[in-house]
C-alpha cells in the first residue's frame, strides 16, 4: 500500500477551528509507511527530520532536472535511517535518470527492495 499526501482526502470531520488537525491527520497515513518517496519541487535540500516517526525508515528524494527541452532528467538520493542497510539497487550520489519506463522500474524496485529489507527493522522499537 501507498499514500500520495496531495491525494489523501481531507478530513471533514476535523476541528474548523484548527485548520491544523487536516494535516495531522495527512501525517498519520504518511508516518506509517515504511518507505517515501519525496518528489522535491523546490532548490532546497530535503530535511528527513521534518517527517518524525518511528515506521518511516527510508526516504527516497526525487528532484526534477530539465538537461534540455525534448527530455526531462531527474535526480534520485536515498535517506536511510540509522541502523538500516543499504538497499539494492544502489543510486550512485548525483545520478541523473531520464523519464522513461527504465527508471519507473528501477525506481519500483528500490522501493520493492526497501520494503522488503526493512520491515524487519520497523517491527524494532527505536
Given amino acids: 500500500m501507498f499514500h500520495v499526501s496531495t491525494l489523501l482526502p481531507l478530513d471533514l470531520t476535523s476541528d474548523e477551528e484548527d485548520p491544523s488537525s487536516t494535516v495531522i491527520s495527512k501525517k ?6 515504511i518507505v ?4 522535491n519541487d ?3 535540500p530535503f530535511d528527513t527530520d521534518c517527517i518524525t516517526s518511528q515506521f518511516n525508515h527510508v526516504f527516497i528524494v ?3 532536472y530539465h538537461h534540455d ?5 531527474y535526480r534520485v538520493t536515498c535517506a536511510y535511517k540509522n541502523g538500516v542497510s543499504l538497499v539494492q539497487p544502489l543510486i550512485p ?3 541523473f535518470f531520464e523519464k ?3 527508471f519507473r522500474k528501477l525506481l519500483l ?4 527492495n526497501c520494503l522488503l529489507y526493512t520491515s524487519d527493522a520497523a517491527e524494532e522499537p527505536l
Fill in 28 to 33: 498519520v497515513h504518511i508516518g506509517n509507511d
Fill in 36 to 39: 517515501c518517496i519525496i518528489f
Fill in 42 to 44: 523546490s532548490e532546497q
Fill in 62 to 64: 526525487v528532484q526534477k
Fill in 69 to 73: 527541452r525534448l527530455r526531462t532528467f
Fill in 93 to 95: 550520489a548525483g545520478s
Fill in 100 to 102: 522513461c519506463s527504465r
Fill in 109 to 112: 524496485a528500490k522501493v520493492i
